[in-house]
């Protein structure tokens, strides 16, 4: 017979062994420090970022030491003060985005009728992905001289331009979020015998949604950007021009730092869009249902 060998608890089984505590192995969740909470903080860390950005720019230009060309960023927000102060830049910024507005409803109204139609019937959809693997890649800019002929210099060139710019995107992106909405979310919506109205809201749009907040903020980077290039080349969109038009002008002149402040104030209005406008309406609709981390 093969020896076996036994564990020594097995010899003693009628002793009582006591277990050790849970708590004197270790801590489970150790609390962080003040630090780490702060360092684990997105403001903060959007601010740290922001402030070594300022300190380069800072060190950058003293170390350069040519104001024509690069002016420091002091420089930069003494002109922008000047400017704010002046009612310049607010004016300014108001006729973009008063542009920014028309262009950007009108193209997404667009893209949600492409939408639709692609979502509807099985040609729509070969309609809408022929339309955007030809346009997409064409650059809004390209079509400039045609809004020029057409439309003429003005507001209305300048929109045809955004339209260009924002229409495929956003149409490219809420369609893949349509197609990528699970089959079994599908037919549980179907299931509930919800009518087709409830079923689209309830149902396609929520799980679609991370997708359309993506090709909502591509869009809207596209249009700001389109407009600002826009303006920069044919600028007038009324008797003062918008932000665009400020830059060429100062470029013109050779006031390189109220050039920048102009650069400045792009940058800040997209900032205050993404971090004020799209990053709530993230933090209020996908985060919260836990569809993005």
């Given amino acids: 017979m093969a020896n076996v060998a036994i564990h020594p608890a097995a010899r003693h089984a009628d002793r ?7 708590g004197t192995i270790g801590d489970v969740a150790v609390p962080l420090s003040g630090f780490e909470r702060l360092t684990q903080n997105g403001a903060f860390r959007r601010a740290l970022v922001l402030i070594m950005f ?48 028309m262009g950007y409803s009108l193209a997404i109204s667009l893209a949600m009728i492409f939408t639709v139609i692609a979502v509807a019937s099985s040609f729509g959809s070969v309609v809408l992905t022929t339309l ?20 003429g210099v003005g507001t209305s060139a300048i929109i045809l331009v955004m339209i260009q710019a924002v229409v495929w995107t956003v149409s490219m992106n809420t369609f893949a979020g349509f197609q990528a909405v699970p089959e079994t ?9 919800l009518s087709r ?4 809201f309830r149902i396609l749009i929520p799980a679609a ?4 907040l993506t090709g909502l ?16 080349v044919f600028g007038v969109a009324s008797r003062s021009g918008g932000i665009g038009w400020y830059i060429f002008e100062n470029r013109a002149q050779l006031e390189t730092a109220h050039t920048f402040a102009g650069l400045l104030t792009v940058i800040i209005i997209g900032f205050l869009m993404e971090n004020l406008v ?3 309406i993230e933090r209020r609709t996908v985060l919260k249902w836990g569809m993005m981390r």
């Fill in 197 to 200: 109205i409830s079923y689209i």
């Fill in 54 to 101: 300022a300190i380069i720019w800072e060190v950058a230009a003293r170390w350069a030491d040519n104001p024509l060309m690069f002016p420091s960023l002091t420089d930069t927000l003494s002109a922008f003060k000047e400017d704010m102060l002046s009612g310049v830049i607010p004016a300014r910024a108001m006729t973009s985005l008063e542009v920014l507005i």
């Fill in 217 to 232: 903020k591509i869009g809207w980077a596209h249009a700001w950007r389109t407009l600002i290039g826009a303006e920069l």
């Fill in 278 to 280: 799209f990053r709530v």
């Fill in 132 to 151: 955007v693997s030809m346009f997409n890649p064409l650059p809004a800019l390209a079509i400039l001289p045609l809004a020029l002929l057409w439309l």
């Fill in 16 to 22: 009582e062994y006591n277990l050790t505590e849970v």
């Fill in 209 to 212: 949604f991370p997708y359309i």
């Fill in 185 to 193: 979310l599908r037919m549980a919506g179907q299931n509930f015998g």
